[in-house]
């Protein structure tokens, strides 16, 4: 297990004078797969408050017309406990939540501040020196700089700058995120991550967590599709969903979902009427597959529509050079390869089928068209299926195996 922050090993800003209630963020993403944020550092200096502070983590999003944001769950901290002076204070979630690479998040404390707050001016901006930002293996703190290392959305850092703050919002992180990124001060803000689940963590994976977005995209063309995602993993999956990106203003769902073996483009789990959790529209949405997949075989997660209108959206070059996806995404067992290490026709590939589901056999970007998995590793790395997900007779044998066991 590797952890990963923005200030290792260098001392936080000193004191300036300020009271009451303040918010201080920091920008960042993590790239190369799903990573775990484990906990936040809150530098307290010298001849500054002791006071306890409270911490969330906050998702910065494009929503179609305009940048909002939404508290990430389970990423709230009630007191960080009393702060050591001149000195990081760690403070660590009661559980490790899931983080999505290409996800523009905010890690934020707020108090209400006595002696004042941390602040060493002009440390993000042009011929700043943080003006690149910092990179720390899969973490990234964005510049402040436009054309520098920003975050690749619509306009710089989603609207923001970096080492946000506020004193007009309150003192509640979990309340409300702080927005203003004027000074590109740095403020005494920091994160860890690790590249290893929780000890004895039992639960689902999916390859976009916890974001809101899909990413810098564009209202794709009005025609009937199958779209596909290429996965596989390193043990038996037990499937439990399939989530969808619908983009604002749009008006037709999904009509079908399923998981293709893309070595020999068999149907092997599939719903042809799924219930979705949200509205056209609103968003990332999830609709029920179930079932069992096999280790080491390829399959591709896809989603239908058939109606000549305008459904879904595309991200170009999301999984080429400078994508995020551009070195394939891990989560947990479950690898998502690059364009050039997914099976023919390449990653995120589609149909132009309109009368029902189909292999997704074309691939022209390569684009990134919202499709994910949720899935639960089994325990044993061979467990699931024949890679045609799972049959009457496997679990005939299951069946009988439990009745001569008792």
């Known amino acids: 297990m590797t952890n990963f922050r923005l200030f290792p090993s260098t001392n936080g800003p000193a004191v300036s004078a300020a009271s009451g209630g303040w918010l201080l963020g920091v920008l960042f993403s993590v790239t190369g797969g799903v990573k775990w944020l484990t906990g936040y550092w809150l530098w307290a200096p010298t001849g500054g408050d002791t006071t306890a502070r409270n911490c969330a983590l906050w998702n910065q999003y494009w929503n179609g017309t305009a940048f909002t944001n939404v508290l990430v769950p389970g990423s709230v901290v009630a007191s960080s ?32 501040a006595t002696n004042g707050i941390p602040v060493l001016a002009a440390q993000w901006g042009t011929g700043d020196p943080l003006a ?37 919002l309150g003192s509640n992180a979990s309340a409300a995120m702080p927005n203003n990124g004027s000074g590109d001060d740095s403020l005494g803000m920091d994160l860890q991550i690790s590249d290893t689940a929780p000890a004895g963590f039992a639960g689902t994976y999916r ?14 063309t009005a025609n009937g599709f199958t779209l596909g995602m290429s996965f596989s993993s390193t043990t038996g999956l037990s499937v439990s969903k399939v989530w969808f990106y619908s ?30 959790s949200g509205a056209a529209g609103s968003g990332w949405i999830s609709a029920t597959l179930t079932g069992l997949l096999s280790a080491g075989v390829t399959y591709k997660v896809c989603v239908f529509q058939g109606a000549n209108v305008i459904w879904n959206a595309a991200v170009a070059g999301y999984w080429t050079t400078g994508g995020f996806g551009a070195n394939g995404i891990t989560a947990g067992p479950m690898t998502a390869p690059n364009t050039t290490g997914a099976p023919s026709p390449g990653q ?18 390569p684009f990134d068209y919202g499709v994910d998995i949720e899935a639960t590793p089994l325990a044993a790395s061979g467990a ?23």
Do not use: C
């Open 207 to 220: 390859f976009k967590p916890n974001i809101s977005e899909l990413g810098n995209y564009n209202l794709d």
């Open 81 to 112: 406990g009393t702060l050591t002076l001149n000195a990081w204070n760690f403070v660590p979630l009661s559980s490790p939540i899931q983080l999505a690479p290409g996800g523009l998040y905010v890690a934020a404390s707020g108090w209400t």
């Open 132 to 168: 690149a930002g910092i990179v720390n293996g899969p973490l990234t703190a964005w510049s402040a700089t436009s054309g520098s290392n920003t975050w690749p959305g619509q306009t710089v850092n989603g609207g923001l700058g970096q080492n946000l703050f506020s004193n007009v």
């Open 247 to 276: 983009p604002a203003t749009v008006t037709q769902l999904p009509t079908a979902v399923g998981v293709f073996n893309a070595s020999n483009q068999v149907l092997v789990l599939s719903n042809l009427a799924p219930s979705w």
């Open 348 to 365: 995120s590939s589609y149909n132009t089928s309109t009368t029902g589901i189909a292999f997704p056999n074309t691939n022209i970007g």
């Open 384 to 406: 699931g299926g024949s890679g045609q997900g799972e049959s009457m007779a496997g679990l005939y044998r299951k069946l009988r195996i439990l009745h001569m066991a008792r």
